[in-house]
């Protein structure tokens, strides 16, 4: 499909074919000291788009800036959708249904991302990509890399978890851990592709990641029967993810699909809520110290923090704050109510709609369409349960020790 680019800040239109990362005399003011400006939104072709309209289906890829080659080598997509019944009951809202993108091919959303940029990757004749992670980019990255042949040069803060660096060694990346923060990895994986070459991934930074995000939302709206929920929740650290998910409802609405973009809800822990303050009190400044233990989204400065606030208004969604104790507690319960396993920012977005439910209830009735976006697998860091959750003492090999064991 046919696009161009706007910058998210100046508004300022962009008209090119080569990779195109940020608004540049935006991104001239960054100084550190505030959220990013300069990010760029790719705007799709409105013919293109209303041809959409007359087709029976659509897919995700209808709505791409670039053909993705081979889909099967990297099958990105198809998620499932549970209704956790107990939960439902639990909470008082009868249509709560969570779409597991921990099913990806390496266990996160971020899998939506990559797939896109290593076909922006193919079709601009490039064969390396470097980034920074906190950790499920990387992974997700480095699958892309070994299932299209793609190098991978990956910067990651030296604390990420331990499953989530394994797995892009396993996958054959370029590994090099930080000692720094996160926000330094993303400096650090900029001045790279600057003197190196290659495609550069940083989330938000190349527009080419929220695009390939905004999939999910088509996904839902073929899965839902072609409707989409009244609410949607997520976890938001960078706010691309957020960005995604609204800009796929958006496009959908652009090519006359749907009349309504749903509100969405940015889940934040209130130990890393740049973008939530920022919606709030309208300080774009950075945050001094983010610390929550989910680590995927602790970020002091969002790399996508203005789109995503522009998004929460103009989706009419607003931030919901949880404490990390309310993170670890919903993690154990959607694991023992619903059998949903999934990592600590993920479970940030089920917090949240926990701490909403009355409100949601009174707002909007019991009755009310609730998605919530599970962003990543619980085996990713299974670290977390240190303490927590321990595995019970082996009994003999006996039955006696078994009637022992369960006798009350
Ligand atoms: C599992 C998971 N959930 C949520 C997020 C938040 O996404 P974003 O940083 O785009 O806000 C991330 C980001 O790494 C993630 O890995």
């Known amino acids: 499909m046919r696009f161009i680019y706007e910058c ?6 962009y008209e090119t074919d080569e990779v195109f990362y940020q608004c540049p005399s935006c991104a001239q ?46 099958p990105v997509g198809g998620t499932p959708i549970a ?16 779409k597991l993108d921990s099913a990806l091919p390496s266990g996160s959303f971020k899998d939506r991302a990559s797939q896109l940029i290593a076909a922006q990757a193919i079709a601009h004749k490039q064969n390396r990509i470097a980034l920074a992670s906190t950790g499920n980019a990387g992974a997700a990255m480095s699958c892309a890399g070994a299932a299209y042949g793609l190098e ?17 060694v396993l996958y054959g990346a370029t590994v090099v851990p930080v000692k720094g923060s996160y926000d330094d990895a993303f400096a650090l994986s900029i001045a790279y592709t600057k003197q190196f070459g290659g495609i550069n991934r940083n989330t938000a930074y190349n527009p080419m990641t929220i695009e390939g995000k905004k999939s999910i939302s088509i996904e839902l709206f073929e899965q839902l029967g072609r409707k989409v929920p009244d609410v949607v929740y997520v976890s938001v650290g960078d706010g691309c993810i957020y960005a995604g ?18 509100h ?9 809520n740049a973008i939530s303050r920022a919606w709030k009190t309208g300080d774009f400044s950075n945050l001094a110290k983010a610390t929550t233990r989910a680590d995927s989204i602790s970020v002091e400065s969002p790399a996508n923090g203005r789109m995503a606030v522009r ?31 999934v990592e600590p920012a993920a479970a940030c977005a089920w917090a949240a709609l926990k701490a909403d439910h009355t409100m949601l209830r009174e707002r909007f009735g019991s009755d009310v369409d609730v998605c919530v976006l599970f962003t990543g697998s619980g085996f990713k860091d299974m670290a977390v349960f240190t303490g927590k959750v321990s595995i019970p003492e082996a009994i003999e090999n006996s039955k006696e020790a078994v009637i022992k064991r369960f006798e009350r």
Request: glycine share 4%; net charge negative; proline share 5%.
């Open 8 to 13: 998210c800040d100046c508004h300022q239109v």
């Open 29 to 74: 003011k960054n100084d550190g000291t505030a959220f990013p400006l300069g990010n760029v939104i790719v705007k799709l072709n409105e013919e293109d788009l209303a041809k959409l309209k007359e087709q029976e289906h659509v897919s995700m890829y209808d709505f791409f800036p670039y053909q993705v080659p081979h889909k099967d080598v990297y």
């Open 83 to 98: 209704r956790p019944k107990r939960l439902a009951e639990k909470y008082g809202l009868k249509n709560i249904f969570c």
């Open 152 to 168: 991978i040069i990956l910067f990651v803060p030296a604390t990420a978890p331990v499953n989530k660096l394994m797995q892009s």
């Open 245 to 262: 998910v609204y800009k796929g409802f958006y496009d959908l609405k652009m090519a006359g699909l749907i009349d309504k973009v749903p």
């Open 264 to 272: 969405i809800v940015c889940a934040q822990s209130k130990q890393s």
């Open 311 to 341: 998004y929460i208004h103009e989706s009419e969604g607003w931030a919901t704050e949880v404490d990390d104790s309310e993170i670890l507690e919903a993690q154990l319960e959607l694991a023992k109510e619903a059998g949903i396993f």
